[in-house]
């Protein structure tokens, strides 16, 4: 690799490392849970097992090899920032440099919310696979390659795994020996998995959360938004178009069953993530009056990226930057900082053993700040307990005894429609337990 290469390589994954920590910070959404997920295997604890997992773990496990030199979330962004530059290599090598044009896009944080895709997790990890394997495809790579890739798609989540390998049974009959190729690498990492699950004793458990808990997860989770359940249709049509136009393009089909990303929750992070799809397919014809694009997209993505850097700091309300143990360079409000650290003082005076029922996301930042490992309690959503998942854990927090519940009130009054928090366990708390401490919207209870 020339020296113009390695500055253009290193320069790009400085602005991704960038946007991750500071430009589009406030874009972050699922962030903590998918590092909880990282970190907790890299304490060694067995998902599905000691932690509720909903998806196919290979994108914990690959995320997760950085922090077994390090816990902070600065290596997760650094991960990420690699991977994200590594989309764009890859990217220019399709699309030439209309790349840029697909950068530039990929980080409008309004009025579609693209931004939000560039953040580390298994989805962003599935569209990653898919450009690997859209590559794999045009360049006539090896059969094998191609199947390892699909294997990985179903270990990174399993609907999306199992959705793109079927536009491969058109070889079934066509090209037999290539379809059991492609078959036989399919199957290497998904038999390594499940080695993997019957050496910890996990596939009861990962068979229950994972597809037993589809049906709830499913059931619970039925926010449509309006505007995103439009371009969901729209992104549908065009790729419907596409494949009539040229219906023996496989790269047509994987983009069309990629729409199960954007299942069952139809809102502005999921949609956005087909939307790179069909924006792909879109650059993939689409011809540049301009040569100089690459410029005109670089300088409109800084400006962008500043801009809302910008309004995000004024969102927050006197922001300010905090290093917390394992979350260094963290941009929160006064307001919150006040409260996180009047919260964490307190209860490292308590001696007994703490259930953190905050949202998903914060139960995550309070124990991966204490350095403690999780549990089934930390992720409290809709779906996320498998079958019949819910009474299961009312019971186990009714038989909890000599704990503190650590609760925010705002919980039980949040009407969004896309909220998943399971509001039946703050009642259960409150019945059975007494309040001893209120800071801000943190609530603790004490239960004997």
Not at 205 to 217: A, H, K, S
Not at 297 to 316: A, P, R
Request: overall charge positive; proline content about 4%; aromatic content about 18%.
């Amino acid at each position: 690799m020339s020296s113009k290469k390695l500055l253009k390589f290193f320069l790009t994954f400085s602005f991704f490392f960038l946007c991750l920590i500071f430009f589009f910070n406030i874009n972050k959404g699922d962030l903590y849970v998918n590092y909880g997920f990282s970190y907790a295997l890299s304490k060694l604890e067995i998902p599905y097992k000691d932690f509720n997992l909903v998806i196919t773990p290979f994108a914990p496990v690959l995320y997760s090899l950085g922090l077994f030199i390090s816990k902070s979330i600065i290596v997760y962004y650094l991960e990420q920032a690699l991977l994200l530059t590594l989309l764009f290599v890859l990217l220019e090598k399709l699309l030439k440099t209309k790349a840029y044009l697909f950068l530039t896009i990929m980080l409008l944080p309004f009025p579609i919310s693209f931004s939000t895709t560039i953040f580390p997790g298994y989805n962003f990890l599935a569209f990653f696979l898919l450009i690997l394997l859209i590559y794999l495809e045009k360049n006539n790579y090896n059969d094998y390659l191609s199947g390892l890739i699909l294997g990985l798609l179903f270990c990174t989540k399993q609907t999306i795994g199992l959705c793109l390998f079927l536009p491969n049974l058109i070889y079934l009959f066509q090209k037999p020996k290539k379809f059991l190729k492609r078959v036989v690498a399919y199957l290497i990492p998904i038999s390594i998995l499940l080695v993997s699950l019957l050496l910890t004793s996990s596939l009861k458990p990962f068979i229950n959360l994972c597809f037993l808990g589809l049906l709830n997860f499913g059931e619970s989770n039925k926010a449509h938004d309006s505007f995103y359940t439009l371009l969901l249709i729209l992104g549908l049509l065009y790729i419907i178009f596409k494949i009539i136009k040229k219906p023996h393009y496989l790269v047509n089909y994987y983009i069309l069953f990629f729409v199960v990303i954007s299942l069952p929750i139809i809102d502005y992070y999921h949609v956005s993530l087909f939307l790179l799809g069909v924006l792909y397919l879109f650059l993939e014809d689409y011809h540049l009056a301009s040569l100089n694009i690459s410029k005109y997209c670089l300088t409109f993505t800084i400006v962008i990226s500043l801009v809302w850097f910008g309004i995000s700091l004024k969102y927050l309300h006197s922001p300010r930057l905090v290093n917390y143990p394992n979350f260094p360079l963290t941009l929160v409000s006064n307001s919150y900082h006040q409260d996180v650290s009047k919260l964490t003082t307190y209860l490292k005076t308590k001696k007994q053993s703490k259930i953190y029922l905050l949202r998903g996301s914060e139960n995550y930042f309070f124990k991966i700040m204490a350095n403690e490992k999780l549990d089934y309690f930390d992720l409290p959503n809709h779906g996320n307990y498998g079958y019949n998942g819910i009474n299961m854990m009312v019971s186990k927090l009714k038989n909890e005894h000599n704990v503190l519940f650590i609760l925010d009130k705002s919980l039980l009054e949040d009407n969004n429609k896309y909220q998943q928090y399971i509001k039946e366990f703050i009642p259960t708390v409150q019945h059975d337990s007494k309040l001893i401490k209120t800071i801000g919207l943190y609530e603790v209870y004490f239960k004997e």
